[in-house]
């Protein structure tokens, strides 16, 4: 079966077929680096890393571009409120995405570009545009004529004459309030380079046609991120790149959001969740669990309660892991996943769907276990293992090897379970059968499965 992929743009789900056979090109939006990221930022890279692990998997040679803007008007606002310089504020949370990122298991990209390293390539493609008449320079700024391109607005189905682009600071000299700023005069105290036009800076959506022209070429195959980028970004880089004479992508692929009550977790809206707090509290593996199985395009509400439930419905599987890796020694992962696995992720990354097929050999894995049939128990982990692998959630896998951030508490809660189960295993040695039961029973509230045996008794959670 053929991979099958979402297409914002034509709004309707097609087999993927690649540019070059056996080939992947990707290339996602990454991090406007004004702060550090919340747990809406890492979503996105862990849906796209689920996407290139499961390319991966089907054969596929996989280059994945993931750019950082490091400058942008909201970076220079963060400059001007805390007095210090731009770049150090971009390089200080670049860098924490990158922790974020790699805490939670995400693969590192192929190439990460900023846009301060590729202003000669943005010139140049200014220069061309101006000179076909898509461009026009006035003031120092440089804009994007957007009757000039007739497919404008063709990804997000909009109407030109509805229109109304987002302000921008200091954008003057516009022949129509639609067109877009490529390049943005300088101002006293900003970062600027020198250009035909003038001094100044980029402008948002111009670093991304540059860098994807450089690095996968004249086409290339899926462009990635969030919904909220469809306009004006993804839209204004369609513009520009296909004015200029590339083909661009192929597909369109936006992942939702994470929300708090109801609305975009943001920086600017101060609702967002750090990853830097997160991990402190959580589990780095809990964390991708949470945020990596629900479908790419459904909305996540974030909340306690929901990464309480991720932590549980994960804890089955670790705890079967755990279990016949005890009874059995380490079990390599099989060489393939289960076909009603791969039918899933073939068809727009069913990574719900595929998760089902991870619990239901759980349960069939420790059924095995209760009736002593080894070579069933160690199947069906090979089979979990397998799958996990693909979503990047092998618990066994040795990039989860050691101590994790959030492991501590797991730490201090073993060590009061343990304590309790003292108490219960005295209550029972004395024959006090009432109070061993009610022990029991409140761990069971409190969501722990007690198991008792031979070397005494453990605790999972249920």
């Known amino acids: 079966m053929s991979i099958r992929l979402y297409d914002t743009s034509s709004s309707q789900v097609r087999d993927f077929v690649p540019n070059v056979p056996g080939c992947v090109s990707m290339y996602l939006c990454g991090a406007t680096v004004q702060a550090p990221p919340h747990i809406g930022h890492i979503r996105s890279g862990l849906n796209f890393d689920v996407m290139r692990r499961w390319f991966a998997y089907r054969g596929y040679d996989v280059t994945f571009i993931r750019n950082v803007t490091d400058i942008d008007d909201k970076i220079i606002a963060k400059s001007r409120e805390s007095g210090l310089p731009w770049w150090q504020i971009a390089f200080t949370n670049e860098r924490a995405f990158i922790d974020g990122y790699t805490a939670l298991g995400c693969m590192p990209?192929?190439?990460?570009?900023r846009a301060t390293g590729h202003i000669p390539e943005m010139i140049e493609m200014m220069r061309v545009l101006i000179e076909r008449g898509h461009a026009y320079a006035a003031e120092g700024n440089v804009y994007f004529s957007v009757t000039s391109y007739a497919d404008y607005l063709a990804l997000s189905h909009q109407e030109l004459e509805n229109l109304r682009q987002p302000e921008g600071d200091g954008e003057t000299g516009k022949r129509d309030q639609r067109d877009f700023?490529?390049?943005?005069a300088v101002k006293p105290g900003e970062p600027s380079w020198e250009t035909p036009w003038g001094r100044g800076r980029p402008g948002w959506h111009l670093e991304c046609s540059a860098m994807?022209?450089?690095y996968l070429g004249r086409a290339f195959d899926i462009h990635?991120?969030?919904?909220?980028?469809?306009?004006?970004h993804h839209e204004n880089e369609i513009a520009q790149s296909k004015a200029f004479g590339d083909d661009f992508a192929s597909f369109w692929v936006h992942n939702a959001w994470v929300t708090l009550s109801g609305e975009k977790m943001s920086k600017s809206l101060g609702n967002s969740v750090l990853v830097s707090?997160?991990?402190?509290?959580?589990?780095?593996i809990v964390l991708r669990y949470y945020l990596g199985t629900p479908h790419y395009r459904s909305m996540i509400e974030y909340s306690e309660d929901a990464l309480r439930e991720a932590e549980t419905a994960f804890a089955r599987i670790e705890g079967f892991a755990q279990r016949v890796t005890e009874q059995h020694g380490l079990v390599e992962a099989a060489p393939l996943v289960p076909p009603a696995f791969a039918e899933a992720m073939d068809d727009d990354f069913g990574v719900p769907q595929a998760l089902a097929i991870v619990h239901t050999a759980v349960r069939q894995g420790n059924a095995a276990l209760a009736a002593d049939d080894k070579e069933n128990a160690v199947a069906r982990l090979a089979e979990v293992r397998a799958m996990l692998g693909v979503l990047g959630l092998d618990p066994l896998d040795p990039m989860w090897a050691g101590p994790q951030q959030g492991e501590d508490l797991h730490g201090v809660v073993d060590a009061l379970v343990s304590l309790v189960l003292e108490q219960r295993q005295a209550a029972r040695e004395r024959k006090d059968y009432a109070t061993s039961d009610a022990i029991r029973d409140r761990l069971g509230q409190a969501g722990l499965v007690i198991e008792d045996g031979a070397e005494g008794s453990r605790w999972t959670l249920g």
């Not at 700023?181 to 943005?184: F, L, N, P, S, V």
């Not at 707090?277 to 780095?284: A, C, D, G, L, S």
Request: aromatic content about 10%; overall charge positive; charged content about 30%.
């Open 224 to 232: 990635g991120g969030g919904r909220d980028l469809i306009f004006p």
């Open 212 to 214: 994807v022209h450089k």
């Open 181 to 184: 700023a490529m390049w943005k």
């Open 277 to 284: 707090e997160m991990v402190q509290k959580w589990r780095p």
């Open 109 to 113: 990209p192929t190439g990460e570009p």
